[in-house]
């Protein structure tokens, strides 16, 4: 027997508290609250796998519960946090602590909560005579540029049999998301020479070099405003682009030797990145060219630092139909500005929606917190999901 949507709330707010006692910031290793679940999941009789790092510090975790067949639904998240470095918390951020309808902790919404879900429906999943497998897909560094998840999906879509669809439990409100921005960061690093800043001649102030650069990018963040399709489901409605962080300099009486600064680029599917950075990438090459005359050993370099790609809204979509089936959502399409990993998923070939527990609004915030109304929808979509999936169901 099922357990009741009561039970199983009850049962993942006790798991949403030892998640969130893990702090796996992702500057962090996630591999304790990986143990956790393996173990949790191994009292049922449920094999998990990892799929680790390069260096095994980190680590994605695969379980699958059910018939070896395809078809099956995949409950997809993230185990790491951004940081609490400076918020103004007003209860330890690890330790779980309910108030006023509301569970507080990092993590809670973003999103914890939805792998306390998960773990809490894997009991009954376990335990039921399922026709249809649930693989549980739980990711490391979704939040410093979805890094972690990609080798995962490529094990489930090569070594799995084809899982029908994939709901990935961002904080939705416990609706259907459909479709959501994708990014692309980039580090940029200019070198100079420094010099006393009266003597400008002997030197190259990388501050100056930079600021061009920013300049640029200032001017095509208004422009990509400017030419935002106005019918676009997004708000902001077209790309964005931000300088995120800057640091150059050591004195103000020193030309700076180096500068340093990071900006994101987000994209509605349809746009491309090299594309819309063009302009910028041959002015670094012209600035690094006229650096490097005055100081061999300067220039520019821009790195990579993510390309999470765009999730594209797909029309009476498997994923997005099921979800709302089982969430009881008649409401309107919704897409979500943030990046995830459900385009990864999608561009893997995997029908996908985004759909869990808690507001988008709350996540990275001080006092983050997940409404106990939100795991007890969350409760009812598991339970409906255990029953969909039963043999009969």
Same mark, same amino acid.
């Given at each position: 027997?099922?357990?009741?949507?009561?039970?199983?709330?009850?049962?993942?707010?006790?798991?949403?508290?030892?998640?969130?006692?893990?702090?796996?910031?992702?500057?962090?290793?996630?591999?304790?609250?990986?143990?956790?679940?393996?173990?949790?999941?191994?009292?049922?009789?449920?094999?998990?796998?990892?799929?680790?790092?390069?260096?095994?510090?980190?680590?994605?975790?695969?379980?699958?519960?059910?018939?070896?067949?395809?078809?099956?639904?995949?409950?997809?998240?993230?185990?790491?946090?951004?940081?609490?470095?400076?918020?103004?918390?007003?209860?330890?951020?690890?330790?779980?602590?309910?108030?006023?309808?509301?569970?507080? #902790?990092?993590?809670?919404?973003?999103?914890? #909560?939805?792998?306390?879900?998960?773990?809490?429906?894997?009991?009954?999943?376990?335990?039921?005579?399922?026709?249809?497998?649930?693989?549980?897909?739980?990711?490391?560094?979704?939040?410093?540029?979805?890094?972690?998840?990609?080798d995962m999906i490529a094990v489930i879509?090569?070594?799995?049999?084809?899982?029908?669809?994939?709901?990935?439990?961002?904080?939705?409100?416990m609706v259907a998301v459909r479709g959501?921005? #994708?990014?692309?960061?980039?580090?940029?690093?200019?070198?100079?020479?420094?010099?006393?800043?009266?003597?400008?001649?002997?030197?190259?102030?990388?501050?100056?070099?930079?600021?061009?650069?920013?300049?640029?990018?200032?001017?095509?963040?208004?422009?990509?405003?400017?030419?935002?399709?106005?019918?676009?489901?997004?708000?902001?409605?077209?790309?964005?682009?931000?300088?995120?962080?800057?640091?150059?300099?050591?004195?103000?009486?020193?030309?700076?030797?180096?500068?340093?600064?990071?900006?994101?680029?987000?994209?509605?599917?349809?746009?491309?990145?090299?594309?819309?950075?063009?302009?910028?990438?041959?002015?670094?090459?012209?600035?690094?060219?006229?650096?490097?005359?005055?100081?061999?050993?300067?220039?520019?370099?821009?790195?990579?630092?993510?390309?999470?790609?765009?999730?594209?809204?797909?029309?009476?979509?498997?994923?997005?139909?099921?979800?709302?089936?089982?969430?009881?959502?008649?409401?309107?399409?919704?897409?979500?500005?943030?990046?995830?990993?459900?385009?990864?998923?999608?561009?893997?070939?995997?029908?996908?929606?985004?759909?869990?527990?808690?507001?988008?609004?709350?996540?990275?915030?001080?006092?983050?917190?997940?409404?106990?109304?939100?795991?007890?929808?969350?409760?009812?979509?598991?339970?409906?999901?255990?029953e969909d999936l039963s043999t009969g169901?």
């Open positions: 027997m099922i357990s009741s949507s009561e039970a199983l709330s009850a049962r993942a707010v006790d798991i949403l508290g030892t998640l969130v006692a893990f702090d796996t910031t992702s500057r962090l290793s996630n591999l304790a609250l990986i143990a956790w679940v393996e173990a949790y999941l191994a009292d049922l009789g449920v094999a998990s796998r990892r799929v680790p790092n390069a260096d095994g510090t980190k680590s994605n975790l695969l379980a699958s519960i059910g018939p070896a067949i395809p078809g099956g639904v995949v409950l997809s998240g993230h185990t790491d946090v951004v940081p609490v470095d400076g918020q103004p918390w007003t209860s330890d951020p690890f330790v779980l602590t309910p108030r006023d309808g509301r569970l507080y #902790g990092r993590g809670t919404c973003d999103m914890k #909560g939805f792998l306390a879900l998960a773990l809490a429906a894997a009991p009954d999943l376990a335990a039921a005579t399922l026709d249809r497998p649930v693989h549980l897909a739980f990711s490391y560094d979704e939040e410093v540029g979805c890094l972690g998840a990609p879509a090569t070594e799995l049999p084809r899982p029908a669809l994939v709901v990935v439990g961002e904080p939705t409100d959501h921005k #994708g990014i692309a960061s980039f580090r940029v690093t200019v070198t100079g020479r420094e010099a006393h800043s009266s003597l400008t001649h002997l030197g190259v102030s990388a501050n100056m070099f930079a600021i061009k650069l920013m300049s640029h990018l200032v001017d095509l963040s208004e422009r990509l405003e400017r030419e935002a399709d106005p019918d676009s489901p997004f708000m902001p409605k077209g790309a964005s682009l931000t300088v995120g962080q800057v640091n150059g300099g050591t004195a103000v009486n020193i030309l700076a030797r180096e500068c340093v600064f990071i900006f994101d680029l987000r994209m509605p599917a349809g746009l491309n990145a090299q594309t819309i950075l063009s302009d910028f990438f041959a002015l670094t090459k012209t600035l690094d060219a006229q650096i490097k005359a005055k100081a061999p050993e300067g220039g520019v370099v821009v790195e990579t630092r993510s390309m999470t790609p765009p999730f594209a809204p797909e029309i009476d979509g498997v994923a997005e139909t099921f979800a709302r089936r089982i969430a009881g959502d008649n409401g309107p399409p919704r897409v979500v500005p943030y990046a995830a990993e459900a385009g990864q998923f999608q561009g893997a070939g995997f029908s996908t929606v985004i759909c869990g527990p808690g507001s988008i609004d709350q996540a990275h915030q001080p006092d983050e917190f997940v409404e106990i109304s939100q795991m007890e929808r969350g409760a009812t979509f598991m339970r409906r999901l255990i169901g």
